[in-house]
């Protein structure tokens, strides 16, 4: 109904049918046989190493030291007894699991409402000085975590916080902060000047600027950064092993422990791996195309 | 009060993250109505904005970054001022010249066979019925964590019950062992994080070669233009510029990545690189001073990469 409608308003020169349409991109393609194989190459290659600790994580220990996974095709027998022992028996990933969601959650809102903040003065507030303090929170967002951890962690030392939550809050807050700046900068220059001022006008200050205007038209802005940060978070190691004690440790910093004390007990090993992969990779399918445009504004961190 | 420090149940755990959330929108509420009384200078809102997340930049990347610079400079225990022995150190022990040699291979490879893989792969499923499908299918390990990563390959590896191996014994090729044989292991671990960077490059390679203008694909048809030579004479020269900004962030990511070495060899068997060694230094060997001069030389190499990724989008800028 709705394509009908954009055909008729935009005329027919828009759009063509479906089956011309494919004739006429089958041109601009490396349309060979060879090319199709080489896509699908790619594409097993890429998929198959996932696949395989997938099926291993269902099969039992004991036919997972005998034998390859791919024999689980010939002789099925699967079992949800490795994720149990991951979970509760002596993979006892729950706490973990538990601790990369308190650890993750504050460290995604947090810079977020910063970085909008500060977003927002960059974008809207003028300022003297304030275009070389912008270029100087981009240039920012290359240094390295590896060179500002250790001073980090002996201020922590000093102020008594080692090793709690609030270390690894803050410590993921900071190291997301110019890029949450330099992306949300990014998307709020797009946003029509005029918008801003008749809200002036109207005497709105900023914050009810900040909340009644720009808020709602970055939502998709937020998704984006939000989605980055998460992922960075969730799945970062060297924040996790530097800053949280033993018991609040994050789950990639547990599996990457019992990849090193239990590196050949593939049964713990693939069902550790899936449980930490889970949320990440379900939130990433999720949210793909937030993601995408976030990547495509320049947002990506190292 | 001890409890907001150190919960022990997981509900005393959930009920810090609220306090902790709840705490910072309080000082911020605080903070913008402060600011927001219209007769104030302007100077003065713009400071309420920036201030909070300035004053973490300056104190937690500023500050810190310029303490390591001078911890490069002291002994290891930090108590005397040794020049620039510890770089020496560095650029002169068989050990360290290893890890330089790996970080090399390392930062040359990953960029360059992982955008050369996504733009082809970008370009073969252009347009095609399944593209969204082909295309999730290698953007997906970038929502893995790179320690998944690790596993998943090593698994890959493995020399009793791996994939690899199991391939190689149809065609009557005794066992190998990737991960322990230097120096070709360096180059397993590499493929990991090619693995992994792929889908990067080929979705923002994708975007531009959607983005290359009809009528240059047109005029490039009406002279006969199809296959290979479309691909090297428009597609490759349309998008030079997001082939550059691919190359350059992937070597940045992978200067500074150092979970995939650690999760499968622990920079074990000659395998390891400048990311891991300034963290094995540091907490494994307690060799702070090594340890900072290792983290500032990871710096001194992302700075080169970042200004000739400066300079190319100026000239790009200058173009339009």
Do not use: C
């Not at chain 1, 828009?14 to 090319?35: I, M």
């Not at chain 2, 150190?6 to 705490?23: G, H, N, R, S, Y």
């Not at chain 2, 002291?74 to 620039?84: A, I, K, R």
């Amino acid at each position: 109904m709705t394509d009908n409608t954009a055909v008729a308003v935009h005329g027919p020169t828009r759009k063509l049918t479906r089956a011309e349409q494919r004739k006429e991109d089958s041109k601009t393609r490396l349309s060979s046989p060879a090319a199709s194989a080489i896509a699908v190459i790619i594409a097993v290659v890429w998929t198959i190493p996932t696949a395989g600790l997938l099926i291993t994580s269902f099969r039992e220990p004991s036919a997972i030291r005998r034998t390859g996974w791919w024999t689980a095709f010939t002789n099925p027998m699967f079992t949800l007894e490795n994720y149990e022992t991951v979970l509760t028996g002596s993979g006892d990933l729950v706490g973990p699991f538990v601790n990369s969601l308190i650890i993750t959650i504050p460290s995604v809102v947090i810079p977020i409402i910063l970085a909008l903040l500060a977003a927002y003065a960059f974008a809207w507030i003028d300022f003297k000085g304030r275009d070389w303090l912008f270029a100087a929170v981009f240039a920012l967002q290359i240094v390295p975590i590896q060179v500002t951890l250790i001073p980090l962690l002996s201020q922590y030392v000093r102020f008594g916080l080692v090793g709690t939550y609030w270390t690894v809050w803050l410590s993921h807050t900071i190291f997301g902060l110019p890029l949450a700046i330099f992306l949300l900068h990014n998307f709020m220059r797009e946003i029509p000047r005029s918008l801003i001022e008749a809200a002036r006008v109207d005497g709105a200050g900023h914050v009810r600027t900040f909340f009644q205007v720009l808020m709602p038209l970055l939502v998709p802005a937020i998704a984006s950064f939000g989605i980055f940060q998460f992922l960075w978070v969730w799945n970062d190691l060297l924040v996790g092993l530097t800053f949280a004690r033993a018991d609040y440790r994050p789950i990639t910093v547990a599996i990457a422990e019992m990849a090193g004390s239990r590196g050949q007990a593939w049964h713990l090993l693939s069902a550790g791996a899936f449980v930490a992969m889970l949320l990440p990779v379900i939130v990433f399918l999720a949210l793909q195309r937030f993601f995408v445009r976030g990547m495509l504004a320049g947002g990506v961190k190292g | 009060m001890d409890w907001l420090m150190q919960p022990d149940t997981t509900v005393e755990k959930f009920i810090v993250m609220f306090v902790a959330i709840a705490l910072f929108a309080a000082v911020m509420a605080v903070v913008l109505l402060v600011v927001d009384r219209p007769s104030l200078p302007r100077w003065f809102a713009a400071l309420g904005y920036l201030g909070p997340a300035l004053l973490l930049i300056l104190l937690g990347l500023l500050i810190p970054a310029i303490m390591t610079v001078r911890n490069s400079l002291y002994s290891n225990d930090g108590s005397t001022f040794v020049g620039l022995d510890n770089y020496a150190t560095v650029f002169s022990q068989d050990l360290f010249l290893i890890v330089l040699r790996n970080t090399f291979f390392w930062v040359l490879l990953v960029p360059l066979v992982s955008t050369a893989l996504g733009l082809v792969y970008a370009v073969l499923v252009d347009r095609t019925r399944f593209e969204k499908f082909a295309k999730t299918l290698v953007f997906l390990p970038m929502a893995i964590s790179m320690v998944g990563a690790g596993i998943i390959w090593k698994f890959v590896y493995d020399g009793q019950v791996g994939l690899l191996n199991a391939l190689l014994g149809l065609g009557g090729v005794p066992t190998q062992q990737f991960l322990l044989d230097a120096p070709y292991n360096t180059f397993y671990l590499i493929v990991v994080m090619i693995w992994i960077q792929t889908g990067f490059a080929m979705t923002v390679l994708s975007a531009a070669i959607k983005a290359i203008p009809d009528e240059t694909i047109e005029a490039a048809k009406m002279d006969g233009a199809t296959g290979m030579r479309m691909f090297w004479q428009i597609t490759v020269p349309s998008v030079r510029p997001a082939i550059i900004v691919v190359i350059t962030t992937i070597a940045m990511a992978t200067l500074k990545a150092f979970d995939i070495v650690r999760t499968m060899t622990g920079g074990q068997f000659d395998t390891s690189i400048v990311a891991l060694e300034f963290y094995t230094q540091t907490f494994g060997r307690q060799a702070g001073g090594i340890g900072a001069a290792l983290a500032v030389l990871l710096f001194v190499l992302v700075l080169p990469i970042i200004i000739y990724n400066v300079r190319q989008m100026r000239i790009t800028e200058g173009e339009r």
